[in-house]
């Protein structure tokens, strides 16, 4: 099952991502540039970043950004945000290669919690605990990404949590 760490800004980001690179986790970059010294080939670069496409071995859009134009432009691993099990299949259709559902747990901007339902083939997003990621492998999901149970951490915190999510990927 995958873990996918998601960036949320402030103060040592590069030394954040190390740390779940070295974890096993894979990043999503959602920063206003890209930073230097990562290892872009092991990263998941926002497609809203400057120059992301040409440089991203990996491309991770929105919502609402448009799939199909996006997979004409770039032939790497494609992933794309979706609030619907619907949606979600859409962006597949669309070449989309996995597709972040949200939220599950947790509501965010105004969306209600969505629970379990049409996770299959999906990627959680939206308060997964380590303690949730074997119900969403049992959904069906393919993978957990997190946020704020990761990012929002001091480091040290950080680092234990992953562990955490590191043992229940597994």
């Given at each position: 099952?995958?873990?996918?760490?998601?960036?949320?800004?402030?103060?040592?980001?590069?030394?954040?991502?190390?740390?779940?690179?070295?974890?096993?986790?894979?990043?999503?970059?959602?920063?206003?540039?890209?930073?230097?010294?990562?290892?872009?080939?092991?990263?998941?670069?926002?497609?809203?970043?400057?120059?992301?496409?040409?440089?991203?071995?990996?491309?991770?859009?929105?919502?609402?950004?448009?799939?199909?134009?996006?997979?004409?432009?770039?032939?790497?691993?494609?992933?794309?945000?979706?609030?619907?099990?619907?949606?979600?299949?859409?962006?597949?259709?669309?070449?989309?290669?996995?597709?972040?559902?949200?939220?599950?747990?947790?509501?965010?901007?105004?969306?209600?919690?969505?629970?379990?339902?049409?996770?299959?083939?999906c990627i959680a997003l939206g308060g997964v605990l380590p303690e949730h990621v074997a119900t969403c492998a049992q959904a069906?999901?393919?993978?957990?990404?997190?946020?704020?149970?990761?990012?929002?951490?001091?480091?040290?915190?950080?680092?234990?949590?992953?562990?955490?999510?590191?043992?229940?990927?597994?």
């Amino acid at each position: 099952m995958r873990l996918i760490v998601i960036t949320g800004g402030g103060e040592s980001l590069i030394e954040r991502v190390q740390l779940a690179l070295d974890a096993g986790a894979e990043v999503l970059i959602r920063e206003p540039a890209i930073p230097e010294g990562l290892p872009l080939d092991r990263l998941i670069l926002h497609a809203r970043m400057p120059g992301a496409s040409q440089v991203a071995y990996a491309l991770h859009l929105s919502a609402d950004m448009d799939v199909a134009a996006c997979r004409k432009r770039f032939a790497g691993p494609l992933s794309a945000s979706a609030h619907s099990p619907e949606a979600a299949a859409q962006k597949r259709d669309l070449g989309a290669d996995a597709v972040f559902l949200s939220p599950i747990f947790a509501a965010r901007h105004g969306r209600p919690a969505r629970g379990l339902v049409g996770i299959e083939g999906c990627i959680a997003l939206g308060g997964v605990l380590p303690e949730h990621v074997a119900t969403c492998a049992q959904a069906g999901a393919v993978g957990v990404a997190v946020l704020g149970g990761i990012w929002s951490l001091p480091l040290g915190q950080m680092a234990s949590r992953l562990y955490r999510y590191q043992v229940a990927t597994k």
